[in-house]
């Protein structure tokens, strides 16, 4: 018995080498009233504790109960995920939607579905992590394209010799915030007879015509050419997530995303709370821009360039220096998130700040006080 080896004893060797490397991550739960100034979290028009959204919540929950029972196909579907999807659509300029339990399982069930052997999938390398794993379960032939680089996609795809393809990007790419050049991408796609897949995400409630997301913004609405795929948890304050776009996409993926098919459906609350949500930004769009705006306030603080959406990064290299600089930054009244290896590449470790649109000058007067300390330190 003695010879016997222990099965979680390469456990212990990760937990130290990440400790070394300044990794290791820890869960803290919040309390309903934290008095953190909130710098951390996706509520980019703050609307997570808007009446309008929890009563839609509650309003939901009460009409078909907690859950919603089971998969889409079978029981989990509701006549108000159905009116979610139509206004999602009809939103952002698209044929038709369908609603997932999560953004995660939106990107695995477009990607995974839509590719598969025969197909070559060309990715950003700034993709999601649940892009990656879209990728990864695929079944096609999959190639990370260096970020941003139209060229290197073009010629990708000109050589390729596969029947179908697929290009992959987010919209607003989660770590720094930029910009996929999307017109572009779509031109080329096209060319090449390619489906885009954009991730916004990061895009719906900040950019384009009342935060109808960057798809919309750029004149590409509504092409066949193109799936869009969202969360419900960033800028409409809830949880799930959406796949938009022609409605023989929409059908495919009925018959074929097994994201969507063995999953159980979005609760109905979660439902309930995005439509109030959709509402209120219908109703004021101004808050997206006001999303912008605040980006731009945090930005000039943090001393680092203009942001092009919600996100500002500022990077700081080291995983020990940034995960110090926002624990300095808690200990002081800022919740701030703080992105190291293997979400961002070595060596680009960094504080990631987000706006949210109802921060207010008081806050922001703190937010100044609190970063200037922080930064000078860490920055040296």
């Given amino acids: ?8 004893s390469w456990l212990d060797d990760r937990e130290r080498e990440r400790r070394a490397a300044g990794l290791r991550r820890e869960l803290r739960p ?14 980019y028009l703050g609307l997570v504790r808007h009446p309008e959204v929890i009563d839609g919540a509650i309003a939901s929950t009460r009409r078909w109960g907690a859950g919603s029972t089971g998969s889409r196909l079978v029981t989990g579907s509701t006549t108000e995920h159905a009116m979610l999807e139509n206004e999602l659509a009809d939103f952002v300029g698209a044929e ?4 997932f339990a999560t953004g995660y399982a939106a990107n695995l069930g477009a990607v995974t579905a839509l590719a598969g ?5 060309v990715s950003d390398a700034g993709s999601h992590a649940s892009l990656v794993d879209a990728c990864r379960l695929s079944r096609a032939r999959v190639v990370v394209a260096p970020h941003g680089d139209v060229g290197f996609i073009e010629t990708t795809l000109r050589e390729r010799t596969e029947e179908r393809a697929l290009v992959i990007t987010d919209s607003v790419f989660s770590a720094d915030g930029d910009l996929a050049p999307l017109r572009e991408m779509h031109r080329i796609g096209r060319e090449h007879g390619a489906i885009l897949v954009v991730d916004e995400a990061h895009g719906i409630g900040v950019r384009g015509l009342g935060g109808r997301g960057l798809v919309h913004e750029l004149g590409l609405a509504g092409e066949p050419d193109i799936v869009i795929t969202a969360t419900l948890s960033k800028s409409l304050a809830s949880q799930g997530g959406v ?3 022609h409605s023989k996409v929409v059908a ?5 995303a097994r994201s969507f098919i063995f999953d159980t459906g979005l609760a109905p609350g979660a439902v309930g709370a995005a439509r109030a949500a959709l509402g209120v930004l219908q ?3 101004q808050r997206a821009q006001a999303v912008l705006d605040r980006a731009a306030d945090l930005a000039r603080i943090a001393g680092v360039g203009a942001p092009e959406s919600a996100v500002v990064s500022v990077i700081l290299g080291d995983p020990q220096r940034a995960f110090d600089a926002a624990t300095a930054c808690r200990e002081n009244g800022l919740s701030v998130g703080c992105f190291r290896p293997p979400s ?4 680009t470790s960094r504080l990631r700040l987000t706006a949210r649109a109802t921060l207010t000058a008081h806050e922001l007067s703190t937010i100044e006080t609190v970063l200037t300390e922080v930064l000078a330190p860490a920055a040296t």
Avoid: Q, Y
Avoid at 96 to 99: D, E, Y
Avoid at 344 to 347: A, I, K, Q, S, Y
């Fill in 1 to 8: 018995m003695g010879s016997e080896r222990n099965a979680l």
């Fill in 30 to 43: 919040r309390t309903p009233a934290t008095g953190l100034i909130d710098l951390a979290s996706n509520d």
């Fill in 96 to 99: 038709a939607g369908l609603v």
């Fill in 117 to 121: 052997r025969g197909c070559l999938v």
């Fill in 243 to 245: 796949v938009l776009a």
């Fill in 252 to 256: 495919h993926l009925i018959d074929s």
């Fill in 283 to 285: 109703r004021e769009p």
């Fill in 344 to 347: 961002v590449p070595e060596g």
